[in-house]
């Protein structure tokens, strides 16, 4: 059975930083890029960044670019986001996902499986 399951969100005051995990089981998570996106109440699901197989290359919104950054460990068949710098908008339930159907550019209907969220709150 495919899973992800993220952990590592919680309130933190702007300008603070956190480290997400996304954890994989039930595949190997190393053959596939994996992505994290956000969904911001009331609004739509949005992409964040994605890391490649190797994970050598990355793409990132320019909304995070220079304040995020996506990393994996195919060892431990996770995937970090370290946030560095928050702010209030990035406030939101971080999803991670992934598929065999993804490339870096891919939009979210091409991803597969998706963990369940965890929420992150920047607020002083």
């Known amino acids: 059975q495919v899973q992800l399951v993220e952990s590592g969100g919680g309130l933190v005051q702007p300008g603070g930083s956190l480290r997400l995990s996304c954890t994989a089981s039930?595949?190997?998570?190393?053959?596939?890029?994996v992505g994290w996106f956000r969904q911001a109440p009331g609004k739509e699901r949005e992409f964040v960044a994605v890391v490649s197989l190797s994970g050598r290359n990355t793409r990132y919104a320019d909304s995070v670019k220079g304040r995020f950054t996506i990393s994996r460990d195919n060892a431990k068949n996770t995937v970090y986001l370290q946030m560095n710098s928050l702010k209030p908008e990035d406030t939101a339930i971080y999803y991670c996902?992934?598929?065999?159907?993804?490339?870096?550019?891919?939009?979210?209907?091409?991803?597969?499986?998706w963990g369940q969220g965890t929420q992150v709150t920047v607020s002083a």
């Open positions: 039930g595949f190997t998570s190393e053959n596939y890029n």
């Open positions: 996902a992934t598929g065999p159907r993804t490339t870096l550019w891919s939009g979210l209907e091409q991803y597969d499986y």
